[in-house]
């Protein structure tokens, strides 16, 4: 889960960008659109009162007390009305400039209070307050300006946002600002950017984001797990979850087709081995007749017959397949489960059976710890073990070492028979597993289902079975069984 | 030669016919059943020496068979097992089968494995290994080879004839080490063969039998009869502890 190229992050990040992208964006048009809201509501409040009054100043005396503004933002006296309020400071100055203007009134005031205010500014780096970039404008009755009242001296740009009022006297006027300057929109961007509400949004997209992959990602896990419940435990009949089956999207969906996936694997491989059981078993009977039979012309032939000997041998063998191939293919009915046995009475039972057969083989058995017990189907690790032993008894020396060795480690049991032969070459150690493949050399005859009977015992009872050639010599097989 | 009833109990009926021929010719008198049915049919009509049990049959099997059974007759059973079926082979013995055989089987090792079992049951045990007369005594357990009796403080026990055998022997050579091979030419009558558990069956089946007797009072049981690993099996006492 924690590793970053995996599913769930890949839909958590694409969702957490693009839910991020566009609340942000609505977050961004909103809060613009909002900005020229209290843009306009501050001009209104701000100076229409203002321009109101210079507008009846004008009307009593004919000319107006203010200024106009050079078009270099100069001016010739400092105006009362045209200073620039601080609310509006921030849609027409750069941060640097706002701070510059902070500063210079702080220290106004600062003088203010020390010495009265009655100083004049000093010389250097002394800049007058910003002006608004407003115009004034008596208006005829077509709508068209007639007369500049105050303001800058350059024309009013086209798109200048305009205010009209009406005088007592009835007469037009239109007070017009010029829109804030586009640069300004990117530093205000940025300050949208870091704020607490863009932070919210982030936030708020990752955790809709998170909760939208675990909700993807749990089933498709859970399906997962099933799977692999099925692959490595060898457990065909183990159908997902009913939760997970009855859900009705499309993962649902994929759930029932991998049930039925696994039934139809199930129902295949069952008729399989029930064909290779009816098979071999039906073998049996015709089998029995005619070991009976080749007895019979043995007793005729005399008991010396060299005929019915090798009769009787060929049947033998015969019959030797048809039980190797049962075996096999019983395998996959085998319960994994079996009553507690101890590993030493086991070892202690192959170790009997191969003396039997060559008393002078030396083997070095180990457990650890010595009362190891397993909760499993004995039959199938003995017969996995006595297939390995043999081999080991079939293809290497007499006298040569065989090591069995049983040890626990952490949650699973290590078995490991290793002989002291010559080992195996490569190409037969990739095909040791394989039905009918045989090793050369040996004595004895075998039918090459040894090993695969070995390996699938193992299996059947969910651990695993490798074979190598020890680094200083002879074949090594480990048996890894979950405890 | 020797007028022997055998009775062969399979449902392959071409293959009684061929075994009634085989062992005819060795001079037995054969008869066949081919079901459970028969065979207890034919088993009321005629006292027969041995019979030969097919475990696999349909309907009854030979198992049911066998525990429908024993103990009421005594006869001596072979029972043919399926080759690998080492639960079935062990239920047989269990159930007082004498001995198994995997089927298909030779016959010529099907007739020396009904030799053996006939050998022990007639008066004439072989020299070897051959049981004393008079009975055998340790402690509370007593086992009179001439009557084959076996009884603990008094209390009868019931065990089959190989059962009987194992411990008999064991129980004479107490304090000794009787290797499987041993116990197997004894009891069976013939030699051990590979993977073979016939006698490590019937040893499990004595110790089971006796361990009610043998109660400590921890509840575990005195181990009279231990395992030597790779050797086979010895008879450990002390009069003291065998006190029933």
Same mark, same amino acid.
């Given at each position: 889960?924690?590793?970053?190229?995996?599913?769930?992050?890949? !839909?958590?990040?694409?969702?957490?960008?693009?839910?991020?992208?566009?609340?942000?964006?609505?977050?961004?048009?909103?809060?613009?659109?909002?900005?020229?809201?209290?843009?306009?509501?501050?001009?209104?409040?701000?100076?229409?009162?203002?321009?109101?009054?210079?507008?009846?100043?004008?009307?009593?005396?004919?000319?107006?007390?203010?200024?106009?503004?050079?078009?270099?933002?100069?001016?010739?006296?400092?105006?009362?009305?045209?200073?620039?309020?601080?609310?509006?400071?921030?849609?027409?100055?750069?941060?640097?400039?706002?701070?510059?203007?902070?500063?210079?009134?702080?220290?106004?005031?600062?003088?203010?209070?020390?010495?009265? *205010?009655?100083?004049?500014?000093?010389?250097?780096?002394?800049?007058?307050?910003?002006?608004?970039?407003?115009?004034?404008?008596?208006?005829?009755?077509?709508?068209?300006?007639?007369?500049?009242?105050? *303001?800058?001296?350059?024309?009013?740009?086209?798109?200048?946002?305009?205010?009209?009022?009406?005088?007592?006297?009835?007469?037009?006027?239109?007070?017009?600002?010029?829109?804030?300057?586009?640069?300004?929109?990117?530093?205000?961007?940025?300050?949208?950017?870091?704020?607490?509400?863009?932070?919210?949004?982030?936030?708020?997209?990752?955790?809709?984001?998170?909760?939208?992959?675990?909700?993807?990602?749990?089933?498709?896990?859970?399906?997962?797990?099933?799977?692999?419940?099925?692959?490595?435990?060898?457990?065909?009949?183990?159908?997902?979850?009913?939760?997970?089956?009855?859900?009705?999207?499309?993962?649902?969906?994929?759930?029932?087709?991998?049930?039925?996936?696994?039934?139809?694997?199930?129902?295949?491989?069952?008729?399989?081995?029930?064909?290779?059981?009816?098979?071999?078993?039906?073998?049996?009977?015709?089998?029995?007749?005619?070991?009976?039979?080749?007895?019979?012309?043995?007793?005729?032939?005399?008991?010396?017959?060299?005929?019915?000997?090798? !009769?009787?041998?060929?049947?033998?063998?015969?019959?030797?397949?048809?039980?190797?191939?049962?075996?096999?293919?019983?395998?996959?009915?085998?319960?994994?489960?079996?009553?507690?046995?101890?590993?030493?009475?086991?070892?202690?039972?192959?170790?009997?059976?191969?003396?039997?057969?060559?008393?002078?083989?030396?083997?070095?058995?180990?457990?650890?710890?010595?009362?190891?017990?397993?909760?499993?189907?004995?039959?199938?690790?003995?017969?996995?073990?006595?297939?390995?032993?043999?081999?080991?008894?079939?293809?290497?020396?007499?006298?040569?070492?065989?090591?069995?060795?049983?040890?626990?480690?952490? *949650?699973?049991?290590?078995?490991?028979?290793?002989?002291?032969?010559?080992? !195996?070459?490569?190409?037969?150690?990739?095909?040791?597993?394989?039905?009918?493949?045989?090793?050369?050399?040996?004595?004895?005859?075998?039918?090459?289902?040894?090993?695969?009977?070995?390996?699938?015992?193992?299996?059947?009872?969910?651990?695993?079975?490798?074979?190598?050639?020890?680094?200083?010599?002879?074949?090594?097989?480990?048996?890894?069984?979950?405890? | 030669? /020797?007028?022997?009833?055998?009775?062969? =109990?399979?449902?392959?009926?071409?293959?009684?016919?061929?075994?009634?021929?085989?062992? /005819?010719?060795?001079?037995?008198? =054969?008869?066949?059943?081919?079901?459970?049915?028969?065979?207890?049919?034919?088993?009321?009509?005629?006292?027969?020496?041995?019979?030969?049990?097919?475990?696999?049959?349909?309907?009854?099997?030979?198992?049911?068979?066998?525990?429908?059974?024993?103990?009421?007759?005594?006869?001596?059973?072979?029972?043919?097992?399926?080759?690998?079926?080492?639960?079935?082979?062990?239920?047989?013995?269990?159930?007082?089968?004498?001995?198994?055989?995997?089927?298909?089987?030779?016959?010529?090792?099907?007739?020396?494995?009904?030799?053996? @079992?006939?050998?022990?049951?007639?008066?004439?045990?072989? =020299?070897?290994?051959?049981?004393?007369?008079?009975?055998?005594?340790?402690?509370?357990?007593?086992?009179?080879?001439?009557?084959?009796?076996?009884?603990?403080?008094?209390?009868?026990?019931?065990?089959?004839?190989?059962?009987?055998?194992?411990?008999?022997?064991?129980?004479?050579?107490?304090?000794?080490?009787? /290797?499987?091979?041993?116990?197997?030419?004894?009891?069976?009558?013939?030699?051990?063969?590979?993977?073979?558990?016939?006698?490590? @069956?019937?040893?499990?089946?004595?110790?089971?039998?006796?361990?009610?007797?043998?109660?400590?009072?921890?509840?575990?049981?005195?181990?009279?009869?231990?395992? @030597?690993?790779?050797?086979?099996?010895?008879?450990?006492?002390?009069?003291?502890? @065998?006190?029933?």
């Amino acid at each position: 889960m924690w590793r970053f190229n995996t599913l769930f992050w890949k !839909i958590f990040g694409t969702i957490w960008l693009i839910s991020s992208l566009a609340m942000s964006s609505v977050f961004l048009v909103l809060a613009s659109r909002d900005d020229q809201d209290r843009w306009r509501h501050l001009f209104e409040t701000q100076f229409k009162d203002q321009a109101l009054e210079l507008i009846r100043d004008y009307e009593a005396n004919g000319t107006s007390r203010n200024p106009v503004v050079e078009p270099d933002g100069s001016m010739i006296e400092q105006p009362f009305l045209w200073e620039m309020p601080d609310r509006l400071t921030r849609f027409y100055l750069t941060r640097e400039e706002r701070n510059r203007l902070e500063r210079q009134r702080r220290e106004e005031r600062w003088r203010d209070d020390r010495e009265g *205010g009655r100083f004049p500014p000093p010389d250097h780096g002394y800049n007058p307050p910003p002006k608004p970039p407003i115009w004034l404008y008596q208006v005829d009755s077509t709508g068209v300006n007639i007369n500049q009242i105050t *303001g800058h001296r350059r024309p009013a740009p086209l798109d200048a946002f305009a205010l009209d009022l009406t005088s007592d006297s009835g007469q037009a006027y239109r007070l017009m600002v010029e829109l804030p300057p586009p640069l300004r929109h990117k530093e205000r961007f940025a300050s949208y950017l870091f704020s607490i509400q863009m932070i919210m949004v982030m936030g708020v997209a990752a955790i809709s984001a998170l909760i939208l992959s675990f909700m993807l990602i749990r089933p498709i896990r859970q399906l997962s797990e099933h799977v692999k419940q099925i692959y490595h435990q060898g457990d065909l009949s183990t159908r997902a979850s009913r939760k997970l089956s009855q859900r009705r999207d499309e993962l649902g969906e994929l759930t029932r087709e991998f049930d039925q996936m696994a039934d139809y694997v199930e129902r295949t491989l069952q008729s399989q081995q029930r064909l290779l059981q009816d098979v071999s078993h039906e073998l049996r009977a015709p089998m029995a007749r005619l070991q009976v039979s080749a007895g019979l012309a043995e007793q005729q032939l005399g008991e010396g017959s060299t005929l019915a000997q090798r !009769i009787n041998r060929e049947c033998e063998r015969l019959d030797g397949l048809i039980a190797e191939i049962l075996s096999f293919s019983r395998l996959e009915s085998a319960q994994k489960e079996g009553d507690r046995f101890a590993v030493k009475e086991l070892f202690d039972e192959l170790v009997s059976d191969l003396s039997f057969s060559q008393p002078e083989r030396p083997v070095n058995v180990q457990i650890e710890p010595e009362t190891l017990h397993l909760n499993l189907n004995r039959d199938l690790l003995a017969r996995a073990l006595r297939n390995g032993i043999g081999n080991a008894l079939k293809y290497t020396p007499e006298d040569s070492l065989l090591e069995l060795t049983a040890r626990q480690q952490g *949650g699973e049991l290590l078995i490991r028979l290793r002989d002291h032969g010559e080992g !195996i070459s490569d190409d037969l150690l990739k095909e040791l597993f394989t039905p009918f493949v045989r090793g050369t050399g040996g004595h004895g005859d075998g039918y090459g289902l040894g090993m695969s009977i070995a390996r699938r015992a193992v299996e059947r009872l969910g651990g695993t079975l490798k074979a190598e050639n020890h680094p200083e010599g002879g074949l090594q097989l480990s048996v890894r069984l979950p405890v | 030669m /020797s007028n022997e009833r055998l009775l062969l =109990v399979d449902d392959d009926k071409e293959l009684c016919s061929l075994l009634t021929e085989y062992l /005819s010719a060795e001079g037995y008198r =054969v008869d066949s059943a081919y079901n459970a049915q028969q065979a207890l049919e034919k088993l009321q009509s005629q006292s027969y020496s041995l019979m030969v049990l097919d475990i696999m049959m349909p309907g009854t099997t030979g198992l049911e068979l066998l525990q429908q059974i024993r103990p009421r007759i005594t006869l001596p059973v072979i029972m043919l097992t399926g080759r690998g079926d080492e639960i079935d082979r062990i239920l047989g013995l269990e159930m007082g089968a004498d001995d198994y055989l995997g089927k298909p089987c030779n016959p010529r090792e099907l007739l020396a494995r009904i030799r053996a @079992v006939l050998r022990r049951m007639s008066p004439q045990a072989p =020299v070897e290994g051959r049981l004393p007369e008079q009975p055998l005594v340790i402690g509370a357990l007593s086992l009179n080879p001439a009557t084959r009796d076996a009884r603990v403080a008094d209390q009868l026990l019931e065990l089959t004839s190989a059962e009987f055998n194992v411990l008999a022997y064991l129980m004479q050579h107490a304090g000794q080490v009787l /290797s499987k091979e041993q116990l197997t030419r004894w009891v069976l009558h013939r030699d051990l063969t590979a993977y073979d558990r016939a006698i490590d @069956v019937h040893v499990s089946r004595v110790r089971q039998k006796l361990a009610p007797y043998f109660e400590q009072a921890g509840g575990e049981s005195v181990e009279m009869i231990k395992t @030597v690993r790779g050797q086979g099996y010895i008879f450990v006492y002390t009069a003291d502890q @065998v006190q029933g």
